[in-house]
């Protein structure tokens, strides 16, 4: 009786705390610090929660936002046909009411233009990977390519909150808080979701923080920001007079006070408080320690380029990526940005190829080393595609390639994805898809699937509605799956 | 109890929040009601877990079946015309209980595909509706408030009618009410809900001395008549109004709306009437002969995103405003979400998307591109536009806070002169037109009958200010009482339909609605009723008892305490530390940020770079914080603020070590103890006094001697652990000019002690 009592009780001022800070990054660290093990991930716990839905195949995602539309034709999408049609008019059959951008709409004619870039095949899979990504090329049997991505946005804005929201318009929460949301934070130190930032040379598009909103979730659920740099988190350096020491007496003092407000008052809040100030202290030591690249020894250094001891840079923040991964972070988005090549590809898209290419494939193969590459999921691509026709004139020696929605290729690996795979297939024009085509719901209903999770079954009730991920629609690709 | 019984425990109810979110689950004891009602029981249940299939939504029902509908659900079944799904007094003869009960899973209703399910409770209570009748009622909502008579209590706790109300439902759920707060507390409360600032020292003595029985309604009507009790209350509104100083989208170009919100600020200090207020911002440019102050309110619609993004489609980015504005309307002025009937006809509520572009008739008037061009050749302000120039603001937009002579422009409403025929978008899509539609509203709310209302905005606000429209009066007082309260008698303060929660305190609700409307809409009379309650005095204090019995203390036995939000949290730190600048209004300015965030996102287009400011415009309210909507102030949204994306009447209120990471680090916190510090110790009075100043100023009450105790032991302490590297560091904190302290020594442990008082979970909390 005493027993069913606390248990009701227990189990009131759970749901009052809960209700509040919803799952995740705060109520996961009072969690553990109530039953040490709450969200150890051990299988019977998972189990017992009803969420995951199903054993998961990945347990953590990195996902390296390629931001502006990296060209699928000068990439991964070898296409022949237009280097002996260049020139030559896109066919009105194929373009089949196609909607133009407002870039090329008044265009009046659509030259088609091949790679500049020579294309080979690699690998057992045979997948075609131009020369401008020799690090990719090599570990082309680790990678899953999906070739029959397709979207329905045309312009960057509303493409990468589709690709990262699921809804083109609207505050939605980005892919990243929808897991911390249903999955919580395997490291009590750190929040489930960050977000590392950095730019390329190309011509750029800018992110917006609603790519890494929390939506109508709780702010728990919000992307963290972090780089490299001196404050890897914002705020979290103590300012220069006050030491770990002097903070540690400070919040000593503090949480005396606190207490005192607590007998008072009565109101669990202040408990809650008390830990949030504890949590933010460990943050002030476990997160400098985990940022400073530096110490990385010079295997690591050469895996992932030089430039990955540069604070900010592509290279700097996959290494970065992957000690957060490997800390337990439950989702790591970077975006990088200059994939935006309306004109000069040729001078544009091999910078841009450089900035990424060594370090995205360091990324699989360290992960791989540490044995951590079977459950992380590494997601590599952009909004939309590019038009297999010129924008502008085509010149001799240089070419420009407007926005296209209806086909382009991403890459996963890891995770449950079927290594060394091309999924899907676009005609010879490299503009329609012709076999297995996969839209941005069902990205998302896949991502979610491998993770554990059952994309109708993620939901989250606000102002009347029950809203996901996939919003209604989606389906689980299993050609993709290990 | 072992481990693993209680860690079942807590896993249950996780999954019962991660997946239900929704805080209807009774406990499994729960009594069934005597009489069951179906607005109270029913729908609620019909409406989450039925009525998506069986509901308003044509499109998507299944077998023919609504059961929204009285008419329909007790009809017999067309496919099976013996049967019924309703027989009023026979849940063994009616389909609606014998499918919910089955265990049948080809037969059971909703099927397992759907994930939805009912729980035991719930058909019980079906099964005893059924039995009393199965009688429908009229969503709540969508009744016209009833004149209702305030419940006598014999108590003689009430101070008005709000009291009454309260206290009767406290009585029916055996709770008590709390005392009186502290003089102290009352005082920093009431200060801070109404001004958004603190009491000074001085006003808490006064406040203390002063023993006569109107004391507090004093102090009530002095905070009332404060120039800052108009930026209190803008902020709310500028959430809803999604008000930025950028246009959104990826360039994310400059703005210039700020004097439409310097007119907000005015309205409220000036106490615009409710009526007036929302008939000035939706047709302000439609009444006879407007003047430049209507046509300025009229920006409350052009507040909405714009894009700047080279190469997008027009008609697309057009629509797609005409979109907000008509989705703002819904939630704003009626708390239902009209969004959902973009795409298709309402799957919960009487909108059918027919109705929604009758709707988006009215905003689809407006003289407008959807694109002007991009962020080279784009303004500030996109027309339709009006000047704003010197004279104007010398002669009839004093309000304005302008600092040059430099014209600025602001974007208002116009329509074109040539009428945009609306059509019907299929799925939502800006170039699938289907059949044409005219003006109207969605007549289950209220008939929009042309006779009576004007076809355009004019005519819509009328419409909103009519007799019978039951919803514009209970939303807005609802939202005022949610930002007193911490939460509105209707929980869901943005959704009144269906799917929102019912009100705690129907009858309150209805009393302050009729009492709001027949004292002419009056805000200012409707605060001072909130504020005044009984229920509002309370202590904050809690205890065991009432927390097992109303965990989220639904029915006020105390005062809910509540951290400050975002811009009053900025606001307390300036102002206790005396650097508030208390200058209303004017363009926004850029205060201490982090290096670099609007550099990393940038398009490397337009705002590139965050220049911050420097002198006076460091130490100005939080709420003229420049807001670059691409990049939002990040300690805002670590405080819950609002990103400003779209129309938001209700902000989250979390608890983050985020959080505790801005108020130990923040250089505004810290230059705020510092010149603190400085200001209490030119006094050269005792640190015993200094602490008491200190924390007086800080957590607006007399300390304890205990806490006198702590803070003077850690002074102490820390004067001999500071090094002089450390010391001259902590003295230079923040831009503002020193004052002169002969011991540096003393001044640096004080700064700490400062510090750990801005950190106390009392000092930013309403207690």
């Known amino acids: ?482 | 109890m072992n481990l693993i019984k209680i860690k079942k425990t807590l896993l249950i109810s996780l999954s019962v929040v991660a997946l239900a979110s929704c805080s209807r689950q009774p406990a499994n004891n729960e009594q069934l009601p005597k009489e069951v009602s179906y607005n109270f029981h029913i729908r609620p249940i019909l409406s989450d877990r039925c009525f998506k299939c069986h509901g308003p939504d044509a499109n998507q029902r299944k077998a023919d079946l609504r059961l929204d509908e009285e008419a329909a659900a007790f009809a017999g079944l067309k496919k099976n015309p013996g049967a019924h799904v309703l027989v009023a007094g026979k849940p063994d003869q009616s389909e609606l209980f014998l499918r919910i009960a089955t265990t049948d899973t080809a037969e059971v209703m909703p099927p397992p595909s759907s994930n939805l399910s009912l729980t035991a409770f719930e058909i019980k209570l079906i099964k005893k509706w059924i039995e009393q009748g199965a009688k429908y009622q009229k969503h709540w909502a969508l009744i016209p408030p009833q004149q209702v008579t305030v419940p006598n209590s014999v108590s003689d706790w009430p101070k008005n009618e709000i009291d009454h109300f309260i206290m009767a439902k406290l009585n029916e759920k055996g709770l008590e009410p709390s005392e009186e707060a502290e003089k102290e507390r009352l005082l920093k409360r009431v200060s801070l809900d109404l001004t958004g600032l603190p009491p000074s020292i001085q006003q808490q003595e006064e406040f203390l001395a002063d023993q006569s029985s109107a004391a507090y309604e004093k102090v009530v009507d002095q905070l009332l008549s404060s120039k800052h009790y108009g930026e209190k209350m803008a902020v709310q509104w500028l959430d809803l109004a999604r008000y930025a100083d950028t246009h959104g989208y990826q360039d994310d170009g400059l703005r210039t709306m700020w004097p439409w919100r310097d007119w907000v600020i005015h309205a409220f200090n000036s106490n615009y009437s409710y009526d007036k207020f929302l008939t000035w911002q939706l047709a302000g440019d439609m009444l006879p002969n407007p003047t430049k102050e209507m046509l300025l309110a009229t920006g409350f619609n052009r507040n909405h995103k714009i894009t700047q993004e080279g190469g997008v489609i027009d008609e697309e980015y057009r629509i797609e405003y005409v979109t907000d504005r008509t989705n703002t309307f819904g939630k704003a002025f009626l708390a239902l979400t009209f969004e959902c009937a973009h795409c298709h006809d309402h799957k919960y509520d009487p909108i059918s998307q027919k109705d929604y572009y009758r709707t988006f008739a009215f905003f689809n008037q407006v003289a407008e591109k959807g694109y002007q061009g991009d962020i080279y050749s784009g303004t500030a302000a996109d027309p339709p536009r009006m000047k704003i120039t010197s004279e104007d603001v010398d002669k009839i937009l004093k309000f304005i806070n302008k600092k040059d002579t430099t014209p600025v422009k602001v974007m208002v409403m116009k329509d074109s002169s040539l009428y945009r025929p609306t059509h019907v978008l299929v799925r939502g899509a800006y170039d699938a037109k289907g059949e044409v539609v005219g003006f109207g509203t969605p007549s289950a709310i209220l008939n929009f009958d042309t006779t009576r209302f004007a076809k355009n905005r004019l005519g819509l606000a009328q419409w909103l200010l009519d007799d019978k429209n039951p919803l514009t009066a209970r939303v807005f007082v609802n939202r005022i009482w949610q930002e007193f309260f911490g939460r509105g008698l209707v929980k869901t303060s943005g959704d009144f339909g269906m799917q929102g929660e019912l009100p705690t305190h129907p009858e309150l609700l209805d009393w302050l609605a009729t009492d709001f409307t027949k004292n002419g809409w009056d805000v200012k009379r409707l605060v001072k009723q909130l504020v005044m309650s009984a229920t509002y005095r309370q202590s904050s204090a809690t205890t065991k008892g009432k927390q097992a019995v109303d965990p989220e203390n639904i029915y006020l036995s105390h005062m809910t305490r509540a951290r400050l939000g975002a811009e009053f949290t900025r606001d307390f730190v300036l102002a206790t530390s005396g650097l508030l600048n208390e200058e209303i209004g004017g363009p926004s300015v850029k205060p201490y940020q982090p290096k670099g965030l609007w550099e990393i996102a940038t398009s490397g287009r337009g705002l590139t770079k965050y220049i911050q400011d420097h002198g006076d415009k460091l130490y100005r309210r939080g709420m003229y914080t420049f807001i670059k909507r691409t990049v939002p102030p990040p300690a805002m949204l670590v405080f819950d603020g609002s990103n400003r994306d779209q129309c938001e009447v209700k902000r989250n209120r979390t608890n983050t070590p985020l959080q505790a990471l801005v108020m130990m680090n923040d250089p505004a916190v810290l230059e705020a103890s510092r010149v603190l510090a400085e200001k209490i110790m030119v006094s050269n009075n005792s640190m015993d006094e200094n602490i008491t100043v200190a924390f007086r100023t800080l957590v607006c009450r007399t300390p304890k001697s205990e806490e006198i105790k702590i803070f003077k032991t850690f002074f102490d302490s820390e004067k001999k652990l500071t090094t002089t590297e450390k010391k001259d560091q902590l003295i230079k904190l923040g831009e503002f000019k020193h004052a002169e302290i002969k011991d540096k020594e003393s001044l640096a442990a004080f700064i700490k002690v400062i510090m750990t008082m801005y950190n106390m979970e009392e000092t930013i909390t309403k207690s």
């Open chain 1, 1 to 482: 009786m005493a027993n069913e009592f606390f248990e009701r009780h227990l189990n009131i001022n759970r749901r009052h705390f809960l209700g509040k800070l919803g799952l995740g990054f705060g109520s996961a660290a009072l969690g553990s610090l109530l039953i040490p093990d709450l969200f150890s991930g051990k299988e019977e716990d998972i189990a017992s929660l009803g969420i995951p839905h199903f054993a998961p195949k990945a347990k953590r995602i990195i996902y390296l936002f390629q931001n502006g539309a990296p060209s699928q034709l000068e990439s991964f999408d070898y296409k022949p046909t237009l280097i002996k049609m260049a020139g030559q008019d896109l066919p009105a059959s194929i373009r089949n009411g196609q909607r133009l951008t407002g870039m090329t709409s008044g265009q009046a004619k659509f030259p088609l233009v091949g790679s500049h870039f020579s294309f080979q095949q690699y690998g057992k899979s045979g997948a075609w990977v131009s020369e401008i990504f020799p690090n990719i090329a090599k570990i082309a049997d680790e990678l899953c390519f999906i070739k029959s991505m397709h979207t329905e946005a045309i312009n960057h804005d509303p493409a990468l909150t589709f690709m990262q929201t699921g809804a083109q318009q609207g505050n939605r929460p980005s892919m990243g808080a929808w897991l911390s949301y249903g999955l919580g934070s395997d490291n009590k130190n750190l929040p489930a979701f960050c977000v590392l930032l950095s730019r390329g040379k190309g011509n750029g598009q800018g992110v917006y923080s609603k790519l890494w909103t929390n939506g109508f979730l709780d702010s728990i659920h919000q992307g963290v920001q972090f780089s490299s740099s001196e404050e890897p988190v914002l705020y979290l350096n103590n300012p220069s007079g006050i030491d770990k020491d002097d903070r540690r007496r400070i919040l000593d003092n503090l949480s005396q006070l606190n207490s005192m407000a607590y007998e008072e008052f009565g109101d669990p809040e202040i408990q809650t408080k008390i830990q949030q100030y504890e949590l933010a202290y460990r943050m002030q030591s476990s997160v400098p320690e985990l940022t400073d690249l530096t110490k990385e020894p010079d295997s690591i250094v050469k895996l992932y380029g030089a430039e990955c001891l540069v604070p900010g840079t592509y290279a700097a923040n996959c290494l970065l990526a992957r000690k957060l991964s490997e800390s337990g972070v439950r989702f790591v988005q970077l975006y990088h940005q200059g994939w935006d090549q309306h004109g000069n590809m040729v001078g544009e898209m091999p910078m841009q190829a450089k900035d990424v290419d060594r370090a995205s494939a360091a990324l699989v193969l360290d992960l791989k080393q540490r044995g951590l590459l079977d459950e992380t999921l590494v997601i590599w691509g952009g909004e939309f595609g590019r038009t297999n026709y010129c924008q502008g004139d085509l010149s001799k020696d240089n070419y420009g390639r407007d926005h296209h929605p209806r086909a382009y290729t991403i890459w996963m690996a890891g995770g449950g994805v079927k290594p060394g795979t091309v999924y899907g297939e676009t005609d010879e024009f490299g503009y329609n898809i012709i076999k297995d085509p996969v839209h941005v719901n069902d990205f998302h209903a896949t991502v979610l699937h491998l993770m554990g999770l059952n994309h109708e079954k993620l939901q989250y009730k606000h102002l009347g509605r029950r809203y996901r991920l996939t919003d209604i629609a989606g389906k689980v690709i299993p050609g993709i799956l290990a």
